[in-house]
């Protein structure tokens, strides 16, 4: 079946420091793959996703390419900023069939100032 | 904003009552999801909806009923419920299967 396993949390930066989450996924066929966020008291936001090996895809600053060779799409910003600060978790979609979502147990990033 | 709208956003019951949480989107979405996320954990999936027919339910216990009335509306109907089933309540959309999700903030549901 189909997994998803990210990095044990939390992490915790200080602001203006560079983030990676790790994530790598296990999947029969060909997944997209996806970050979504997770502000407290509120429910999941898609951050960026990817369809494809090679793909990179990017949103505020934060960027993730899907490596097929190493089943990875890791997580990362150059520049972490206090309102950063919230879980994070990253997911896969098979294409064809099921086409649920699959959810790693997420990350709490934590960014002082 | 979020587009999916959840109510109510907090609901306290007891383990004999009969309630109901509701979720709407006016994005067109042809696929509705219900899930359930317990603290620090990711969510789990419940129930598809995909063309307003029922495609999977991952096994979750009769005492939650979906209902799909339209393509904009689904419904999770709650009886007799255990305080284990104490979690937040979560409602997506997507465009089609598969599609990215959009979730709304949740319902907070407590059984006492």
């Known amino acids: 079946g189909n997994s998803v396993t990210q990095m044990e949390g939390p992490v915790t930066l200080s602001e203006e420091a560079f983030l990676t989450i790790n994530c790598t996924y296990t999947?029969?066929?060909?997944?997209?793959l996806f970050w979504y966020v997770q502000y407290p008291g509120e429910g999941l936001q898609l951050l960026l996703k990817?369809?494809?090996?090679?793909d990179k895809g990017s949103n505020k600053g934060f960027e993730a390419t899907y490596r097929k060779e190493t089943t990875s799409f890791h997580l990362e910003k150059g520049s972490v900023q206090v309102s950063d600060s919230a879980v994070y978790f990253c997911?896969?979609?098979?294409?064809?069939?099921?086409?649920?979502?699959?959810f790693g147990s997420g990350t709490r990033l934590q960014v002082q100032p | 904003d979020t587009e999916v709208t959840q109510t109510p956003k907090h609901l306290v019951m007891g383990m004999t009552n009969k309630k109901s949480l509701k979720c709407e989107q006016h994005?067109?979405?042809?696929?509705m999801y219900w899930y359930k996320q317990k603290a620090k954990k990711p969510p789990e999936l419940m129930f598809v909806?995909?063309?307003?027919?029922?495609?999977i339910n991952e096994s979750v216990p009769s005492r939650f009923s979906p209902e799909c009335p339209n393509s904009s509306l689904l419904n999770l109907h709650l009886h007799a419920l255990q305080p284990e089933d104490s979690a937040l309540y979560l409602c997506?959309?997507?465009?089609?299967?598969?599609?990215?999700?959009?979730f709304g903030n949740g319902t907070r549901l407590t059984v006492t």
């Open positions: 999947a029969t066929g060909y997944p997209s």
């Open positions: 997911a896969l979609s098979e294409n064809t069939g099921r086409r649920a979502l699959t």
């Open positions: 909806y995909s063309y307003e027919k029922l495609s």
């Open positions: 990817a369809t494809k090996a090679d």
């Open positions: 997506a959309s997507s465009q089609e299967p598969g599609s990215p999700l959009h």
């Open positions: 994005m067109g979405h042809r696929a």
